[in-house]
C-alpha cells in the first residue's frame, strides 16, 4: 500500500503538474487507504497549489495553467470533500469576496477563493464588478465576519475604501474583518484606507484570515 506522505506528494504533483484526470484516481487510493480527508486537501491539493501560485508569482506559470491546476484540485476536492468529518473544519468563518466595481479581472480573487475554501472558510462569492454596497448587504444577509476585497486596476482601489466606509456607517465595522489584495495594493495602502491587513498573495491571505479570525 502506497504510504500516506507519498500519496499526499503525488496529490501535489498533480494540481502543479495539471493532471486534472489523474489526480481523481490518486485521490480516490488516498481515500481507500484510510487516510484523513482534511490532511488530503491541506497538505496534498492546497500544497500542490501552493506551488503553482509560486510558478505565477515567478512568471514560469500564466493565467491559463493556473486555471487548469485549480481544475485539479477542484477535481481532488470532488472526491476528498465528502469523507471530512464534520469537525474538521467546525470553526472556520464566513468570508464575502468580490472584485470590486470598475474591475472585471478575477482569476487572483479565484485563486484565493479556492485557498480559503480548502482551509474550511465558507465562501460568499459576489464575482467581479462589484459595487460597494453590495458587500455590505451581503454582510448583513449572512452574518460574515470577513470581506476580501480584490482588484487588479488602480482606478479601482478607491472603491474598497467606499466598501469600508459604509461598513462604518452601517454599524457593521467593529465585527468583521476587511482584508485586501491585487497588483496596485500595498500594505501601506491598506494601512491608509484603514483595512484590517494586506496579501500579497493567496498563501498569504489563507494565513492572514486564520490570525484575523483565529
Known amino acids: 500500500m502506497t504510504g500516506k506522505e507519498e500519496l499526499l506528494k503525488l496529490l501535489a504533483a498533480c494540481v502543479v503538474e495539471m493532471e486534472d484526470e489523474k489526480i481523481i484516481p490518486t485521490a480516490q487510493a488516498y481515500i481507500?487507504?484510510?487516510?484523513?480527508?482534511?490532511?488530503?486537501?491541506?497538505?496534498?491539493?492546497?500544497?500542490?497549489?501552493?506551488?503553482a501560485a509560486d510558478l505565477y508569482?515567478?512568471?514560469?506559470?500564466?493565467?491559463?495553467?493556473?486555471?487548469?491546476?485549480?481544475?485539479a484540485m477542484y477535481n481532488g476536492?470532488?472526491?476528498?470533500?465528502?469523507?471530512?468529518?464534520?469537525?474538521?473544519?467546525?470553526?472556520?468563518?464566513?468570508?464575502?469576496?468580490g472584485v470590486v466595481e470598475g474591475d472585471t479581472h478575477d482569476i487572483g480573487k479565484?485563486?484565493?477563493?479556492?485557498?480559503l475554501e480548502t482551509a474550511g472558510y465558507e465562501i460568499i462569492d459576489l464575482g467581479r464588478d462589484v459595487p460597494a454596497a453590495a458587500f455590505i448587504e451581503c454582510?448583513?444577509?449572512?452574518?460574515?465576519?470577513?470581506?476580501?476585497?480584490?482588484?487588479?486596476?488602480?482606478?479601482?482601489?478607491g472603491n474598497m475604501k467606499k466598501v469600508i466606509d459604509l461598513l462604518q456607517q452601517a454599524g457593521?465595522?467593529?465585527?468583521?474583518?476587511?482584508?485586501?489584495?491585487?497588483?496596485?495594493?500595498?500594505?501601506?495602502?491598506a494601512e491608509k484606507i484603514g483595512?484590517?491587513?494586506?496579501?500579497?498573495?493567496?498563501?498569504?491571505?489563507?494565513k492572514l484570515t486564520d490570525r484575523l479570525v483565529g
Not at 43 to 50: C, D, K, Q, R, S
Not at 139 to 157: D, Q
Open 195 to 206: 483595512a484590517d491587513g494586506y496579501a500579497v498573495n493567496a498563501v498569504e491571505a489563507v
Open 172 to 189: 457593521l465595522r467593529e465585527g468583521v474583518k476587511v482584508i485586501v489584495g491585487g497588483g496596485p495594493i500595498s500594505a501601506a495602502f
Open 110 to 115: 479565484n485563486i484565493v477563493k479556492i485557498m
Open 139 to 157: 454582510v448583513k444577509n449572512t452574518g460574515a465576519s470577513v470581506v476580501a476585497l480584490a482588484t487588479l486596476m488602480s482606478t479601482s482601489t
Open 32 to 51: 481507500k487507504a484510510g487516510y484523513p480527508a482534511a490532511e488530503g486537501i491541506l497538505h496534498g491539493l492546497v500544497e500542490g497549489m501552493n506551488k
Open 57 to 71: 508569482e515567478n512568471e514560469e506559470y500564466f493565467i491559463p495553467e493556473l486555471l487548469i491546476c485549480s481544475d
Open 77 to 97: 476536492l470532488d472526491v476528498l470533500s465528502p469523507h471530512l468529518g464534520k469537525h474538521d473544519f467546525q470553526k472556520k468563518a464566513k468570508v464575502v469576496i
